[in-house]
């Protein structure tokens, strides 16, 4: 899967990348094996750890991977009923979503939900289930986590387990905020980037001024 950023020339210059949940759980494999492709990455609650506190979704997960029930995923919902759960489940938020709305979600998923079920049960499988927890000592990108407190979906005990890994990494945990951390808290998650991502730069350029 690394090999397309050389097909489409990401690796030309550094760049910054962003990962949530199992998109996390990528984005930080990725940063242990190509650390001069990077100047940067955030990993916002992140799957492939080892969490010292599991949730109940994890739990469940658990549970279908020996009965191979890919149809039981909580985030691949098939109907209105099953998204309305699927957004508790992952927003402390409660957001008001007119059914409506919630249909027409439903309809732009289900033609891909048979490739989401595998791809999903093939990151929560065996091979893959602590990807992160087994690379995350690799990781010398500059790293930043966030996190919201109230995550159901994976628990924000996961924050102090990458802080522990990578010592000056930044950890920012935010308050009344699950797992949906791009939804519920646009602004403040986007700024938190925005700054990271400038000291990067700053520093960069300071160390390029002390070389010269």
């Known amino acids: ?6 097909k489409i020339g990401l690796s030309r210059k550094p760049f910054h990348l962003i990962g949530t949940s199992m998109g996390g759980n990528v984005a930080g494999v990725y940063a242990s094996r190509h650390p001069s492709a990077l100047c ?3 990993l916002i609650c ?9 949730s ?3 739990q469940h997960l658990r549970e279908l991977e020996q009965t191979q029930d890919s149809d039981g995923i909580p985030l691949i919902p098939s109907t209105t009923e099953e998204m309305e759960e699927m957004l ?5 938020v409660r957001f008001k979503i007119p059914k409506q709305i919630l249909q027409g979600l439903v309809d732009v998923r289900i033609p891909n939900n048979d ?3 595998e791809c999903f049960m093939e990151l929560v499988g065996e091979k893959s289930r602590h990807s992160l927890h087994e690379n995350m000592h690799l990781i010398s990108t500059p790293l930043q986590v966030i996190w919201g407190k109230n995550d159901q979906v994976l628990d924000v005990s996961g924050a102090s387990v990458l802080a522990k890994a990578i010592p000056g990494s930044q950890v920012h945990l935010l308050d009344n905020c699950g797992h949906s951390v791009g939804m519920e808290r646009p602004r403040k998650s986007a700024q938190l980037i925005m700054d990271f991502i400038i000291a990067q730069q700053n520093a960069a350029v300071n160390s390029n001024k002390k070389l010269s």
């Open 56 to 58: 109940k979704f994890v």
């Open 115 to 117: 490739f989401y079920r």
């Open 46 to 54: 992140p799957a492939g750890l080892q969490y010292p506190t599991e």
């Open 1 to 6: 899967m690394f090999k397309e950023h050389e």
């Open 40 to 42: 940067g990455v955030t």
């Open 88 to 92: 508790k489940l992952c927003s402390y």
